[in-house]
Each structure stands twice: as C-alpha cells, then as structure tokens.
C-alpha cells in the first residue's frame, strides 16, 4: 500500500513524503503540485496540508472544529475565507469580500496562502485521492489526542514530532535525497500528512467535524486524520 502526504515549503514548492504500508519509502519534492503528483507514480491515497474545500458563506466548520480539538495548538488553524474572496486580485480586496461574507476579517497569513490553496485546490478537484490534512490535528491524535505542548520549530517540538512518528513505525532516515534541503517542519508536517494518507488508505481515518459541509463542487469539505 503506497501513500503520500505533502507539505508546502515556501518557494521550492512542495515536499512529498511516500510510505509504502507505513513506512517511509521517498521523498520527493516539486516546485508544482502537479508535477510531484505526478512524479510519485500509483499512489493510492494522497493528503496535501492545504485547505481545499470551500464554502459559499461564513466560516469553513472543519477550521472551527480543528480548533476547538487542538485548545493551545489552535491558532494553527487559519480560519478560511469562503470561495468568493479567493477569486480576488489582493488582500484588501479579499479582506472586504470576507467581512461582507463572514463578518469577520481575513488574516493576512490566510491570504498569503492564496497561490498554493488554488494550486492545490485544482488538484483536489481533479483527483479523488487527494483529501486535505492539518498536521496539528494529526499529531495530536498520534500523541492520543493531547495536542502538542511545543511549536513545530523549536527543538523539543521537532524531536517530540520524530519520536511520535517513530513510534508509529514511521523513521526518517538521516539522508532523505530531495528532501535534504528542506526545512525540517515542512518534512515533519508531510510525514504526518503520509501518516493519514495511510490511515485513509486502510478506513480507519477520522475526520473534523464529524458532520461534513459540502464544497460547490459538490466534494466534502473535511480534515482527515
């Protein structure tokens, strides 16, 4: 069973990690989501950390329900401005379309998104294996639902992260290949995607909030893990 979690790492693109039956296998890494796609061959599941559904209106409830699961973790979790205010040529644009939708204001964070949420999004729309991950959400269920007492960029944050994927039969080698050159959090954050993908993969996954909205294209707007 061969599955692949993704992460999105600044201007080199993307960083895919590959599991094969639940242990580490590849990394890859593309400067365009469809081309790592691509590039990791037949893969049966796929979970990207990037929003992907959208909604019409208000806030999106898989980001409200993540948040009130992760407590200390929760600012994380971007909240995400309904489909409209993406279609938008700039923040300020976006900012306004979101408070006449939401009534609440758009994070310049969230907005800075924007390049690779539509990127990915297309993807998502194209391809059925691919559902939207959150690695807060995810590590926190490998850590039995308790979220993390560290930020994915300190030292213990990131040693807690490899220890919890270690014990879940995932270890990182030393040398990674393409992935090397990587920041240390976007690999941690697309082995636990991978760690999902496989849970997905076997239908054990859960997913927030346990009540799915559905996107205008008619696809569940939901986080796995």
Request: proline letters at 4%; a neutral charge.
């Amino acid at each position: 069973m061969d599955v692949l979690g993704i992460d999105a790492c600044g201007k080199q693109g993307w960083v895919g990690i590959r599991l094969t039956d639940g242990a580490y296998a590849q990394s890859l890494v593309a400067v365009s989501l469809d081309t790592l796609i691509e590039r990791a061959g037949a893969v049966g599941t796929i979970a990207v950390d990037m929003p992907l559904g959208l909604v019409e209106k208000g806030w999106r409830g898989a980001d409200l329900a993540a948040r009130a699961l992760l407590g200390t973790r929760r600012s994380s979790v971007f909240l995400i401005a309904p489909r409209p205010a993406w279609q938008e040529a700039d923040y300020a644009a976006a900012a306004n379309r979101c408070r006449e939708l939401t009534g609440g204001r758009l994070s310049r964070q969230a907005w800075g998104l924007a390049p690779k949420l539509l990127e990915a999004r297309a993807c998502w729309l194209a391809d059925e294996r691919i559902h939207e991950v959150h690695p807060e959400v995810s590590f926190s269920a490998l850590a039995g639902g308790v979220p993390l007492a560290y930020a994915k960029k300190t030292w213990r944050g990131q040693n807690l992260r490899r220890a919890l994927l270690a014990g879940a039969g995932i270890v990182l080698p030393e040398e990674l290949g393409e992935a090397d050159r990587i920041a240390v959090d976007d690999v941690l954050d697309a082995t636990v995607a991978a760690w999902s993908a496989h849970r997905i993969a076997r239908g054990i996954a859960e997913r927030v909030p346990t009540v799915p909205e559905s996107d205008v294209e008619g696809r569940l707007i939901e986080i796995r893990y």
